[in-house]
């Protein structure tokens, strides 16, 4: 059975970091992609961030230099570091593992950044 879970959500105050963490299980983890994404009410899904399987990470646009993807393969987890969060970031979080054009994902996090 395929778990993603993510985890390291909450209220945080503009200019503040989280770091979100997302454990897999029931997958081969080093063969897949890792991504986050989120979706704020009203919005569509985006695409946050993501790190390949060979470690080559890219961005949105809009948390370029503020936010880091990371994975460790001997785990199975994923991470995001946020740091200089603003009140747009806030949305909730979702891990996705990809191989092959299939995604599996994870119920999400809640990330709330106040002004």
């Known amino acids: 059975q395929v778990q993603l879970v993510e985890s390291g959500g909450g209220l945080v105050q503009a200019g503040g970091s989280l770091r979100l963490s997302c454990a897999a299980s029931?997958?081969?983890?080093?063969?897949?992609?890792m991504n986050w994404y989120r979706q704020a009410p009203g919005h569509q899904r985006e695409l946050v961030a993501t790190?390949?399987?060979?470690?080559?990470?890219t961005y949105a646009d809009s948390v370029k230099g503020r936010f880091t993807i990371s994975r460790d393969n001997a785990k199975k987890m994923a991470y995001l570091q946020m740091n200089s969060l603003k009140p747009e970031d806030t949305a909730v979080y979702y891990c996705?593992?990809?191989?092959?054009?299939?995604?599996?994902w994870g119920q999400g996090t809640q990330v709330t950044v106040s002004s």
């Open positions: 029931g997958i081969a983890f080093m063969m897949n992609h």
């Open positions: 996705a593992a990809q191989r092959y054009g299939h995604a599996y």
């Open positions: 790190i390949t399987t060979d470690g080559s990470t």
